[in-house]
């Protein structure tokens, strides 16, 4: 089971031949049996369980334009804690193939929707279903693993809530996923941004989601405190007001604000990434064009909220590895030009970093390439411990999508739970297609 070589269907776009539709047509069983599989149902996912939620996800290409289910982006998805998720993706009109990828969400490796690694991708008249148990609540979205960098800019996404048990739940909770197109950003696909009526004093949690390539800044205008109650679906711990500062979404990940509903006649407007947000009282007449000069700072999550345990000892690490981003000439399907590299080498040629399951992992992000690289772990979260030497100090921050500038260095921990064959990639997608991928994989 060789993933060298059969990784290239998934970034270079490569030809529909690529697509190898005898498994669309039949299921795809998971990864083949190996004598290391201790644990098959953890590769797999829930055998007969009945699903809690079921949907279909009907994938359409029209110009450049892709659609589930006939808009763009894709239904938004919300369940629960525990459920049992069932996900059939039909590929009615996609000519290079498409699967769904269930960014952040850490599911078992063979639902990861990886094609080329954890699947094929499924051609048009083909069908795929996803099942997994929906373990950790949070903000997460989905997007098709194929040909990534046109296919998801063209729209094929959506998101995905995990909500917590009844009882947490603010009176509004509202997902507000940003999106370019060409001609502009949007907000759940809206160009002309989010309303959100709430009463004075109301609870709101706005779930953000950065859909693109660029880091973006979400802030609240008018001096609103918040709190950043999550990052990449995981609670901070006793989160501080903030007041006054943004807050960064780098390429891929989700951020949950937490505030309360200001009162009659003012509004919350929550700057996103060149489009607005706005929480007002019902009936209240609010443009939503002005909110104001973008602070100058930005919360730093090294040293944002308190202290909690972290379940795992990074210093008792088993493995270390290095994943230093740089840049060098050489050849990517052929075509010369300057390329991204890992460790000097570019995809499909960077060395796996190898892990045996219940390991501690440390690794340490190094970017020397002239720009910055939001690196995002499959099937993993991950808690950053410094940036540039600066030991992490406020809550854990937990990631699966972390922004890593220019000649910064991060150091990361993560416990190796998960097993399969993960990628490690730049969200910066056309990144990816250049060469910035390696692969977590397990003995
Ligand atoms: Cu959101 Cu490998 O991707
Ligand atoms: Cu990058």
Redesign the pocket.
């Known amino acids: 089971y060789s993933v060298m070589g059969m990784g290239h269907a998934e970034f270079g776009g490569g030809p529909v031949d690529e697509v190898h539709d005898g498994h669309a047509a039949h299921g795809w069983d998971g990864p083949p049996r190996q004598p290391g599989d201790r644990d098959v149902d953890s590769l797999t996912g829930p055998g007969d369980r009945p699903a809690d939620v079921a949907v279909e996800l009907v994938a359409a290409r029209d110009g450049d334009r892709y659609t589930l289910n006939g808009t763009t982006p894709g239904p938004e998805l919300r369940v629960e804690q525990g459920d049992l998720v069932e996900v059939t993706l039909v590929n009615e009109s996609v000519p290079d193939g498409v699967t769904l990828h269930w960014h952040g969400v850490d599911v078992p490796n063979a639902e990861d929707g990886v094609a080329g690694v954890t699947q094929d991708a499924v051609a048009v008249g083909g069908s795929h279903t996803y099942r997994f148990v929906a373990e950790d609540a949070g903000t997460y979205w989905y997007h098709s693993h194929q040909v990534s960098h046109s296919q998801v800019r063209g729209g094929l996404f959506g998101t995905l809530v995990v909500a917590p048990p009844a009882g947490e739940a603010a009176d509004h909770d509202v997902v507000a996923a940003v999106h370019t197109y060409g001609d502009g950003p949007t907000v759940n696909g809206r160009r002309d941004g989010l309303r959100v009526d709430a009463a004075p004093g109301e609870s709101v949690r706005l779930r953000l989601v950065n859909t693109d390539n660029e880091v973006k800044r979400a802030w609240l205008a008018d001096g609103v405190a918040f709190r950043l109650l999550a990052v990449d679906g995981r609670d901070v711990h006793e989160p501080s007001l903030v007041t006054d500062a943004a807050v960064t979404l780098p390429a891929g990940a989700r951020v949950d604000l937490g505030f309360e509903a200001p009162s009659v006649g003012t509004a919350a407007r929550v700057e996103l990434g060149g489009t607005t947000v706005v929480v007002a009282p019902p009936g209240a007449a609010v443009a939503p064009a002005d909110v104001g000069d973008a602070p100058a700072e930005d919360v730093d999550l090294l040293h944002y909220g308190t202290p909690a345990p972290l379940g795992f000892d990074p210093a008792a690490a088993d493995r270390e590895f290095e994943y230093r981003?740089g840049r060098r000439f050489g050849l990517v399907d052929g075509r010369p030009g300057m390329y991204?590299t890992v460790n000097g080498s570019m995809f499909p040629d960077v060395p796996m970093f190898v892990v045996s399951d219940g390991d501690v992992v440390r690794m340490r992000i190094e970017n020397s390439?002239a720009?910055?690289?939001?690196m995002h772990l499959h099937g993993h979260h991950a808690v950053v411990l410094s940036r540039d030497g600066e030991p992490a100090t406020g809550s854990p921050w937990i990631v699966d999508s972390l922004d890593v500038g220019r000649d910064e260095t991060y150091e990361i921990a993560f416990v190796a739970d998960n097993p399969g064959i993960w990628l490690d990639h730049?969200h910066?997608l056309p990144?990816a297609t250049e060469g910035?991928v390696a692969h977590l994989a397990y003995t």
Do not use: A, Q, S, Y
Request: glycine content about 10%; charged content about 20%.
């Open positions: 981003i991204w390439g720009d910055n690289h939001p730049c910066d990144h910035l």
